[in-house]
């Protein structure tokens, strides 16, 4: 069962489950998180896609079968059935790191009204007879109100598996999950002794599709939802399948019993430059991933924070290798993915991907200017409205101020902000960033 049916997870989980060698005792029951329309597209075309495998040089279709069911996040009765059936083994996620609805401190936010809402609601559970009736609107109240069920029927022990660009993703999900089922103590209970976590890193470039894309598409395939990826892909995975899992490593998934270096590469290197480009790149006037790393500026930034980043990651994870291949991927001009969309929520995505970095750097002793950099990028962005800054008075107001700016990286970290050195390396960095700018107008 997967929760957060979009592009990503057909272009990956799903990919890697239809190559696996026993595909065949394989189905996924899918969930998006609020789209109706995906799920009814889907379910009008038996839930088969095609995948588009989309390299430089040309495209390569296939079509994925293992989609059993595609329904609307807020179709409770099925979620509640699926989860609670002893067949259903797994259940991944791709929710986006806000479907998680943890804070700064990793902990279930509960100041966030949603949350508040589910645990009310949930903590009624008891007085409803028909618990699809239980109002719970966030992906973490809804599993936990399947995970209800599923204690209830007496089913079997169950893998929850993120696969979200977050660090230590099955931990965190475990946190959100433990904190949201404390509404029903018997369930919490039985979580923490029926359901394991585990944690992944996943890789594969998977951007959304645009309208008049989509039209190209269904008049050349039939299909009106396609998915289109690079054909670089690569899952790690740690944790335990008590109930069992596809043959995942026949297709090429590794598993490891510690994720946590390889999971850093990854969110530092790709996705932290990713979080770079959306900033600097569309303050050049960049649409793309692909445009933005042809531009000398852009890419000096990013071998700049690469350079900063590979010092706090292990030699042997092939890290010369794997930055040219970054860079052969960013390159890809035939995967449109748009700046705009990577720069959603960045705030937190710095906070993930780019200060533990920069706070790395200081404690070694070194200024950490290419970090600086990504930060001055990021609050220039801001300042022109082209990336959210998170800060209310700076998102919304007339004026930006360098206490605005000031605020902003305290959000992103305390230790930083403090930090004198770091605090006036972003505002040198900020001053360049906008000489550059102002000298290409
Ligand atoms: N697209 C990629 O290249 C890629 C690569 C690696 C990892 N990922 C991970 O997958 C996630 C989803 O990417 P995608 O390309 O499938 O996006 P998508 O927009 O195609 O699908 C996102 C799904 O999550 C649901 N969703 C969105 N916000 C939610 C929320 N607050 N609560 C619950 N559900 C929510 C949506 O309804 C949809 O079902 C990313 O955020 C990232 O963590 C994506
Ligand atoms: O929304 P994000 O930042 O988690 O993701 C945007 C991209 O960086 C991301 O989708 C990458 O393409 C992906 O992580 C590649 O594996």
Not at 293 to 319: K, M, Q, Y
């Amino acid at each position: 069962m997967h929760l957060g049916l979009g592009a990503f997870s057909r272009s990956h989980l799903a990919w890697y489950t239809a190559r696996a060698l026993d595909a065949r005792d394989w189905g996924i029951s899918a969930y998006t998180g609020r789209s109706r329309e995906l799920a009814e597209v889907l379910t009008t075309q038996d839930g088969l896609y095609t995948l588009i495998e989309r390299s430089a040089e040309g495209d390569r279709a296939s079509i994925i079968e293992n989609v059993v069911e595609a329904h609307v996040g807020g179709d409770l009765a099925s979620l509640i059935a699926d989860i609670s059936a002893d067949e259903t083994v797994i259940i991944s996620l791709t929710i986006t790191e806000a479907g998680y609805r943890v804070g700064v401190d990793g902990l279930l936010d509960s100041t966030d009204s949603h949350v508040r809402a589910d645990l009310a609601a949930l903590s009624n559970i008891e007085a409803e007879p028909n618990p699809s009736a239980i109002a719970v609107s966030t992906a973490i109240g809804r599993l936990v109100l399947g995970l209800d069920a599923r204690r209830r029927a007496c089913s079997g022990p169950i893998t929850v598996m993120s696969c979200d660009n977050l660090p230590n993703n099955g931990s965190l999900l475990r946190e959100a999950l433990l904190g949201m089922a404390e509404a029903i103590p018997d369930t919490a209970a039985w979580c923490k002794q029926m359901v394991s976590f585990a944690s992944t890193s996943v890789d594969r470039i998977t951007p959304s599709i645009s309208p008049e894309e989509q039209e190209e598409l269904a008049a050349t395939y039939g299909d009106r939802a396609p998915v289109i990826a690079e054909p670089f892909s690569d899952w790690i995975i740690e944790g335990e399948f008590p109930a069992g899992r596809p043959a995942w490593e026949s297709a090429g998934a590794r598993f490891t019993d510690d994720l946590e270096p390889w999971e850093s590469r990854k969110l530092w290197l790709l996705n932290g430059a990713h979080t770079l480009l959306a900033s600097l790149g569309q303050l050049r006037g960049h649409r793309t991933v692909a445009e933005a790393i042809t531009d000398p500026v852009c890419l000096h930034a990013v071998n700049s924070f690469w350079d900063e980043a590979e010092r706090h990651l292990p030699a042997t994870l092939g890290l010369t290798e794997y930055r040219s291949a970054l860079h052969e991927r960013f390159a890809n001009a035939r995967i449109e993915h748009q700046l705009s969309q990577i720069a959603i929520d960045t705030p937190t995505k710095l906070r993930l991907r780019v200060m533990p970095v920069a706070v790395r750097e200081r404690e070694s002793g070194r200024e950490a200017d290419a970090c600086a950099t990504v930060i001055a990028s990021w609050l220039a962005a801001g300042e022109q409205r082209l990336v959210p800054l998170g800060i209310e008075a700076a998102d919304t107001g007339t004026a930006f101020s360098w206490d605005h700016a000031v605020l902003a990286v305290e959000s992103l970290s305390t230790k930083l902000a403090a930090d004198g050195a770091f605090l006036s390396a972003v505002r040198d960095e900020l001053d360049r960033v906008r000489h550059i700018l102002s000298a290409a107008r």
